[in-house]
């Protein structure tokens, strides 16, 4: 079947780059002369018919900018039958052949179980700050999100130093640690907490009594949001003070600051590229698949595979913070 209109949205959390992945799929279907439309408010904007007719123009000025203007919104509708069956007659009425997901792991499998369901073409481009999707080696926004971890943790060094304090800093990743494992090495954190790796409320006490021991005035320690060492940070930074009296203990959490900002160069040039690869796959018959970048190629991968979170942390930087936090 010949691709002559395609849908595009975006699902799950907002990430840097959506908007630059968006304009490259508006741009990409201009340039081999497919209509497009943007659906506003992710599945739900499915259900309710909430399409946007958009050209070449009706993108320009969104690269540098962060979150999605086509918004995002969660769609328990979309997880029942009729609400599929409801999205799919209206992509069939407004003469849509086909759909570009932006999105998660989450997204990817509500879009799955719809293209499996309906014969429906559907391509995905991963956009998410927490780069755990099995099958691309980055996500949209995981590279802006930590740039911007790491110019706030060198902020807060900046305190730490002048009061010799020891700063909790809560970063995003409920499940994954790669953000906090990353911006914990490129900010020079002294220890690192994520939940792929326990290290248990003894081990951090002994790591910081050596910090003490070795002449360190202030520390950091970055800790993914899905650590369990304390049922909380703020538990945590209690547990700490309770044993090590001699620290001053203060916490930061990050939060959403993380999914804001301008996108850096590599997350439009990313994203520029997965939108491009998403029509043009969908325009060579393909579907069901994810667009993904592997060794700086552009790749397709099932969104059977692709659905499964990926236990991406590499060992060799655990190594690597461990023996320069010394």
Not at 214 to 243: H, M, P, Q
Not at 259 to 278: E, H
Request: aromatic share 6%; charged share 25%.
């Amino acid at each position: 079947m010949k691709i002559q209109k395609v849908a595009v949205l975006t699902s799950g959390g907002d990430a840097p780059g959506m908007n630059a992945a968006i304009r490259a799929v508006v741009r990409t279907c201009a340039y081999h002369q497919v209509e497009c439309v943007g659906v506003y408010r992710g599945f739900e904007g499915l259900i309710d018919g909430d399409f946007k007719e958009l050209d070449a123009r009706s993108v320009k000025n969104l690269i540098n900018r962060g979150g999605t203007f086509l918004k995002s919104a969660r769609s328990p509708e979309f997880r029942t039958l009729d609400g599929r069956k409801t999205a799919y007659n209206n992509l069939k009425k407004d003469n849509v052949d086909a759909l570009v997901v932006i999105g998660g792991d989450g997204s990817f499998a509500g879009a799955s179980i719809f293209s499996n369901e309906f014969n429906f073409p559907v391509v995905g481009i991963p956009g998410t700050i927490d780069n755990d999707i099995k099958g691309t080696d980055f996500t949209i926004g995981y590279d802006t999100a930590l740039n911007t971890v790491v110019e706030a943790i060198d902020k807060i060094r900046d305190t730490a130093n002048s009061h010799n304090r020891l700063f909790l800093v809560e970063v995003m990743g409920r499940d994954a640690g790669e953000i906090a494992l990353n911006a914990g090495i490129g900010a020079g954190a002294e220890e690192i907490l994520i939940p792929e790796q326990e290290m248990g409320q003894n081990r951090l006490l002994e790591s910081l009594s050596r910090s003490k021991k070795s002449g360190k005035t202030s520390s950091i320690i970055v800790v993914a949001e899905g650590d369990r060492v304390g049922k909380n940070i703020f538990e945590l930074a209690e547990f700490i003070e309770e044993n090590l009296p001699e620290y001053e203990v203060r916490v930061t959490v990050l939060g959403h600051i993380q999914r804001g900002g301008s996108p850096s160069c590599y997350d439009r040039v990313l994203a520029s590229r997965l939108g491009v690869g998403a029509v043009e796959a969908l325009m060579l018959g393909e579907s069901k698949v994810m667009v993904g970048i592997v060794h700086k190629k552009v790749t397709l991968v099932p969104f059977s595979e692709a659905c499964k979170v990926d236990d991406k942390i590499d060992l060799e930087l655990i190594r690597v913070a461990d023996i320069i936090s010394i």
